[in-house]
């Protein structure tokens, strides 16, 4: 089966410009959870959807970062305007189902997109 | 609060040395806790989970980990270090099975 797609795969973009990355989970996978990962730290999770609803987005800091998956399957991630702390890698994944927290479904984790902002 | 403490940031080992990465956890509740392996310019890869099940976790590539609840540990392991196995490594823990808060990894180096 197909992987986790992103796009692009690299991005350079000066501070205060905007820029967008893309996501399409694996087909049949209703849980989409972007994820930035600084350099030498984990990945944190930014916002989770369930099919096209926002589960958390606690971590997403709204004042520049938005997100939308507006027909329940890809996603877009949006920063405007970008900071020079914005620079890493965005990681999107997805999995089966996380509507049962008892419950665990494995994340499948696309091949990112790393950010440099000037 | 949940959190993952990785020792070691960097871990060099010998091709056919044993690999120990070490990981220790805070959950609230019984957590489920994952490796994941990162390659180059890569994606994260699940090599192991635990999930409530058997406390030795048997994962790909030759990787087995153990939940030791009363250390709050979940180590990952290897007996013999290929050099394929030069990568970054995150362990993971999710207490309920839906959220994941990573460690800040650790490098492998394999020296030949």
């Known amino acids: 089966e197909a992987g986790v797609a992103q796009s692009p795969r690299y991005k350079i973009i000066e501070k205060r410009q905007s820029v967008a990355f893309w996501c399409n989970p694996i087909?049949?996978?209703?849980?989409l959870y972007w994820y930035q990962q600084i350099l030498g730290q984990g990945p944190k999770l930014l916002i989770q959807f369930q099919n096209n609803g926002v589960v958390d987005d606690s971590q997403l800091p709204k004042d520049r970062f938005s997100a939308e998956r507006l027909k329940g399957v890809d996603s877009t991630l949006k920063i405007q305007p970008a900071k020079l702390e914005d620079s890493a890698v965005y990681l999107c994944?997805?999995?089966?189902?996380?509507?049962?927290?008892?419950?665990?479904?494995?994340?499948?984790f696309g091949p990112g997109t790393r950010l440099t902002v000037l | 609060a949940q959190s993952v403490t990785q020792l070691g940031s960097h871990v060099s080992v010998s091709e056919g040395a044993l690999v120990l990465l070490r990981c220790n956890y805070s959950s609230s509740v019984p957590p489920y806790l994952f490796w994941y392996v990162q390659y180059p310019n890569q994606g994260l890869q699940l090599l192991l989970k635990?999930?409530?099940?058997?406390?030795l976790v048997k994962g790909i590539n030759g990787f087995e980990a153990e939940f030791k609840k009363s250390e709050t540990s979940f180590h990952l392991t290897k007996p013999s270090a290929h050099m394929s196995d030069a990568a970054e490594y995150f362990c993971?823990?999710?207490?309920?099975?839906?959220?994941?808060?990573f460690g800040t990894g650790t490098s492998l180096t394999v020296i030949p």
């Open positions: 087909s049949g996978h209703a849980t």
């Open positions: 635990y999930t409530s099940a058997a406390t």
């Open positions: 994944a997805s999995s089966l189902d996380s509507t049962w927290l008892l419950s665990y479904n494995e994340q499948f």
């Open positions: 993971a823990v999710a207490p309920t099975g839906n959220q994941f808060y």
